[in-house]
């Protein structure tokens, strides 16, 4: 089940994130606290504009439940 990931900005994976069904617990600074029923809670620490790569995505979605057509 090797999916393909684009690279993208942290802004869409974390609209694309809200839109699947999870919440921003708390906030300090980039780091936001997502939380979502029947996840343990996940940590998205990245600034609006970064990047994100393919591998760190497809950790992200490991971690989230997040996928490639969700961005």
Wanted: aromatic share 8%; glycine share 8%; proline share 4%.
């Amino acid at each position: 089940m090797n999916q393909q990931w684009p690279s993208a900005k942290a802004k869409r994976v974390l609209a694309a994130l809200l839109r699947i069904g999870w919440r921003i617990k708390r906030q300090t600074g980039s780091h936001r606290t997502l939380s979502r029923q029947e996840w343990p809670d996940y940590v998205f620490a990245f600034h609006d504009g970064d990047e994100i790569g393919r591998r760190m995505l497809a950790r992200i979605a490991k971690q989230t439940g997040l996928k490639p057509d969700d961005l």
